[in-house]
T-cell receptor, first 111, second 113 residues
Framework: SQTIHQWPATLVQPVGSPLSLECTVE??????LYWYRQAAGRGLQLLFY??????ISSEVPQNLSASRPQDRQFILSSKKLLLSDSGFYLC??????????FGDGTRLSIL | AQSVTQPDIHITVSEGASLELRCNYS??????LFWYVQSPGQGLQLLLK??????LVQGIKGFEAEFKRSQSSFNLRKPSVHWSDAAEYFC???????????FGRGTSLIVHP
């Protein structure tokens, strides 16, 4: 069966520091991969999605970037974090038009 | 533009009472429809999905949803709510050939003992 792993679960970073969140999927090939952000009390905001290695689409221009160095690996990065980058980050995968499956999320706090 | 609307931000029910969470969609054609549940600090878990066929869909945890084309709705129901059902519920819709679903803003379910 397919599984998705996202880490770390919690992260506290100072303003201006770099960021790297990692997400990996097991048990499937060439999945669609997604990064979402969920601010407190808000809905889901799609940040990036990828349909293949090296193919990244950005939905919202911002301080973050994403990369897909391997088929089932999706990384969310920032060179310099802002206070507004705080939130709950969710990675998800899907196949074609099938529903997405989500990781457990990373709670990012910027100090 | 495609959209999914969850009209209720919060819903409060007593334990043991029935539940209905509303979801309306606006799509060019009949979309694929999903309901997810999110417990605090967790990711989203798929409750059920509708692609075609029987308009009454059974899901996990005793939930069901009914697709009504005439009302552009896909409401989630449960006959008897348990305290553990307290969570955030998201309705989502997708179109054939698209891999980016549209999510509603979510409905927060509060369960009173």
């Amino acid at each position: 069966s397919q599984t998705i792993h996202q880490w770390p679960a919690t992260l506290v970073q100072p303003v201006g520091s770099p960021l790297s969140l990692e997400c990996t999927v097991e048990g499937t090939s060439n999945p669609n991969l997604y990064w979402y952000r969920q601010a407190a009390g808000r809905g889901l905001q799609l940040l990036f999605y990828s349909v293949g290695i090296g193919q990244i689409s950005s939905e919202v221009p911002q301080n973050l970037s994403a990369s897909r160095p391997q088929d089932r690996q999706f990384i969310l990065s920032s060179k310099k974090l802002l206070l507004s980058d705080s939130g709950f980050y969710l990675c998800a995968w899907s196949e074609s038009s099938q529903p997405q499956h989500f990781g457990d999320g990373t709670r990012l706090s910027i100090l | 533009a495609q959209s999914v609307t969850q009209p209720d931000i919060h819903i409060t029910v007593s334990e043991g009472a029935s539940l209905e969470l509303r979801c309306n969609y606006s799509y060019g054609a009949t979309p694929y429809l999903f309901w997810y549940v999110q417990s605090p600090g967790q990711g989203l878990q798929l409750l059920l999905k509708y692609f075609s066929g029987d308009t009454l869909v059974q899901g996990i945890k005793g939930f069901e949803a009914e697709f009504k084309r005439s009302q552009s709705s896909f409401n989630l129901r449960k006959p008897s709510v348990h305290w553990s059902d307290a969570a955030e519920y998201f309705c989502a819709a997708g179109a054939g050939g698209s891999y980016i679903p549209t999510f509603g803003r979510g409905t927060s379910l509060i369960v009173h003992p």
